[in-house]
């Protein structure tokens, strides 16, 4: 060993006796501060407007460091260790001396670990350099993420250790040091570019995506180690060292070129092997370093997936060359895709996954096979996506060659998954949103499906004109109940629907809930009987009206003790129609779920256009609480006609316009036949539909309310609850003008105290 530290002593006097070592190490640092500055001016200046820009001010640590600072860094270290190990035994070679070496009672393996020990040290300096800015950012950014930042050091560090091996082997190659430098180059760049390589052939593909340099520090940059990639960084060194090892044997010892084709060989060989074994899932361990565990999947989510038990889940992902997402489907991306579920394989390794091309027409509102491809058929159309995708023709499926076995048209013909266990299967959707991917919330919700017997189901009455929930029109509710490409639909959230009329079908039993909508004409005797029997049994009920059309629900609403004023409640606007009411959640609404609860807390309001108030008795047999209540400042009740667009709606007291603030969504809850009956009664049925849900001209939270209206009306298990706790790293703690200090630091004194370190260091040097 002390002969190894000797070495390392000497390379490192050699290396930091010339200019370029530090002048890597200068520009290194000033680029890094002048990034991290930057990002650290941009978020005071949002902070300091404040207004609309403080909602940037999230996740600080992640954005300015994992997004930004790190890659930032990241992207330099190939430009640079090459000009640092391009000397390490090249040098050597070219000025005669490394005769003297292999001549000296020092062995191969002490001369390798010497002169890689001494680029480990100058690594340790770079990281180093990251080190002090990260130590100066915890003054600078409230609640900084230290174990976050932990984490994507040591990835840099593993990094720039990769880099050095593979420098130190080049070097030995060559006596030209410029040559050694452009072979890290073009090794750097192989290693990156080989995880796409053979991505079509099942094995081929996994040995050389997973023998890839890239993105190997992107988990450690978010916070999450695994050994996998840890792992990875030091058998690639090794073999690097092995390399270089061999070498130099190879210089000393006359052997037949058999012999060092097979070392080499040997260590490629076992290289692949071991990086293969130990990226297996199921021998892969994970420490989630961030202060919220981003980086593992919520308590809930953990619960669920480990329920599956130990019998394997498969995973047929189905991928449309037509449809939207055919891109995110090609064979070239498959590992892509399976490592969106490396967070449920970290807890369930026996996923297996199968990919299936096929073609059929893309059955969404805005993606019509007749307008996407004009004048083309469906054949002539997936012969050309094959071609752009460089795929067989002869090896896409069309709908027939699926077989009855699965039927694609419900799923519009979109990239879809089909989740298989013990027999049950369930589909996981993709989605029309930046996001695409399921979320946690999703994935939970199918997994549930495959392991419970009943989701809770929600009736929708039919027969009196009621809101549709299979159309597209503005006023039906399509996208809230069973649109499969919206991800709040309640069937990608783990909820079944059906429709279901009074009159001539009787209510199932273990429902979760009906629900009537909007009813234009009366309901018969018959369906009136078979609401009040279901009542008195304890059915849950959403029961929503609309101004005008008391009439038709007073039958069943007078059981429940509950009344829809006369009249419609206005709020006027210089911007939006008078009778669009914005409510507000109150504190018992907020409880329904946690995004309820945020966006009480948030401020959000519901779009009710068209509302009648509500009344009700406090002495009937339910504990009756308000959900949605108006502002009785800004809104008032209309008791004669009211006519949107006749010009301004003005407050009239003798028309009989009452101001107060009313109730516009009550809940009802009692104890009956052993558990609590829950009923909503909202004066607005306008709020559930597909125009409300996709208004962009007011912000509102209709989404997170009427998905926490339906849980709890089913008791609260759906949808699945994977809040993450609000990063608290929300905060700059210095002003603008401190900032510029500091950017004064780390631009000009630090560099300049290093340069002038640097200069009386070289002149003392050239003067001995």
């Not at 909602?55 to 790190?70: D, G, H, R, W």
Request: include cysteine; aromatic fraction near 12%.
């Amino acid at each position: 060993m002390k002969i190894i530290f000797k070495i390392a002593r000497t390379e490192l006097r050699t290396l930091f006796y010339s200019p370029i070592a530090w002048l890597l190490l200068i520009a290194f640092f000033v680029q890094c501060g002048a990034t991290y500055v930057s990002q650290l001016s941009a978020y005071a200046s949002s902070q300091k407007a404040g207004g609309i820009n403080l909602q940037f001010l999230s996740q600080l640590t992640a954005k300015i460091f994992e997004q930004i600072l790190f890659p930032n860094a990241i992207s330099k270290l190939y430009l640079y260790i090459p000009l640092v190990s391009m000397g390490l035994l090249s040098r050597e070679t070219s000025s005669g001396t490394i005769k003297l070496l292999y001549s000296s009672p020092i062995s191969v393996r002490s001369i390798v670990l010497g002169k890689f020990l001494s680029m480990v040290i100058y690594s340790l300096l770079m990281v180093g350099t990251l080190a002090v800015i990260v130590l100066l950012a915890v003054f600078q950014v409230k609640d900084l993420d230290l174990g976050f930042l932990i984490s994507g050091l040591l990835g840099i560090f593993l990094l720039l250790i990769t880099y050095s091996a593979i420098g130190l082997f080049m070097s030995s190659l060559t006596s030209y040091q410029l040559v050694a430098a452009v072979g890290t180059f073009v090794t750097i760049g192989l290693l990156s570019y080989v995880g796409g390589v053979g991505q079509r052939i099942d094995f081929v593909r996994d040995l050389t995506y997973y023998l890839s340099l890239d993105g190997r520090t992107y988990y450690m940059q978010s916070g999450l180690i695994d050994t996998k990639d840890v792992l990875y960084f030091l058998i690639i060194t090794l073999m690097f060292l092995g390399f270089t090892y061999y070498k130099i044997k190879a210089d000393v010892e006359s052997n037949p070129l058999r012999v060092k084709i097979m070392r080499y060989a040997g260590i490629f060989i076992f290289t692949l092997v071991v990086v293969y074994v130990t990226s297996r899932p199921a021998l892969i361990g994970y420490y989630d370093a961030t202060a919220n565990h981003d980086q593992t999947l919520t308590p809930n989510a953990q619960k669920i997936i480990k329920e599956l038990g130990n019998s394997p889940l498969e995973i047929d992902l189905y991928n449309n060359v037509l449809g939207t997402y055919a891109y995110m489907g090609n064979p070239d991306n498959q590992n892509g895709l399976i490592s969106n579920w490396d967070l449920y394989l970290r807890f369930k390794p026996d996923i297996q996954f199968k990919f299936i091309q096929y073609y059929a027409p893309p059955l969404g509102l805005f993606d019509p096979f007749e307008k996407m491809y004009p004048g083309l058929t469906l054949a002539q159309a997936a012969r050309n996506a094959a071609n752009a995708y460089d795929l067989d023709f002869k090896d896409l499926k069309s709908a027939k060659d699926l077989g009855a076995s699965i039927n694609l048209k419900p799923e519009l013909n979109r990239l879809v998954m089909q989740l298989k266990y013990k027999g049950k299967t369930t589909f996981l959707r993709t989605f029309d949103d930046p996001l695409a991917w399921p979320s946690e919330t999703e994935v939970s919700a199918a997994f549930k499906r495959l392991e419970a017997k009943d989701m809770p189901k929600i009736e929708f009455v039919t027969g009196n004109l009621e809101r549709s929930v299979d159309k597209n029109g503005d006023r039906d509710y399509k996208q809230l109940i069973n649109l499969p490409s919206f991800r709040y639909s309640l069937l990608n959230q783990g909820f079944d629907a059906d429709t279901l009329s009074l009159d001539n079908q009787d209510i199932p039993l273990n429902i979760a809930a009906i629900v009537i909508a909007d009813p234009k004409t009366a309901l018969s005797s018959a369906a009136i009987l078979k609401l009040h029997n279901y009542i008195d049994k304890g059915g849950n009920l959403l029961i929503a009206g609309e101004p005008g059309k008391q009439a038709v629900l007073d039958p069943i609403l007078q059981e429940l003790g509950v009344g829809m004023m006369n009249g419609t409640v206005v709020q006027p606007s210089k911007e939006l129609p008078p009778d669009l009411v914005l409510a507000e959640i109150t504190p018992f609404a907020a409880t329904f779920t946690k995004d309820a609860a945020y966006a009480r807390h948030a401020g959000f309001k519901i779009a009710m256009p068209g509302v009648a108030g509500l009344s009700y008795t406090t002495n009937g047999s339910f504990h009756i609480q308000p959900l949605l209540v108006t502002d009785a400042t800004k809104s008032w009740i209309k008791k004669d006609k009211l006519v949107v667009d006749s010009g301004q709606v003005i407050y009239n007291p003798a028309a009989g316009d009452s101001r107060m603030s009313v109730p516009t969504a009550l809940a009802l809850s009692r104890k009956a036949d052993g558990r609590e009956q829950r009923i909503i009664v909202c004066g607005d049925a306008d709020f559930m539909d597909n125009y409300n849900l996709k208004r962009n001209d007011v912000p509102t939270a209709n989404f997170s309310w009427n998905t926490a209206m339906f849980s709890w009306l089913s008791g609260g298990e759906f949808p699945i609850d994977t809040f993450r706790p609000a990063a608290k790293d929300t905060r700059i703690l210095i002003s603008l003008s401190s900032i510029t200090i500091f950017k004064i630091i780390y631009l000009w004194i630090i560099p300049a105290i290093l340069v002038v370190f640097a200069a009386v260091l070289l002149i003392r040097r050239k003067r001995r």
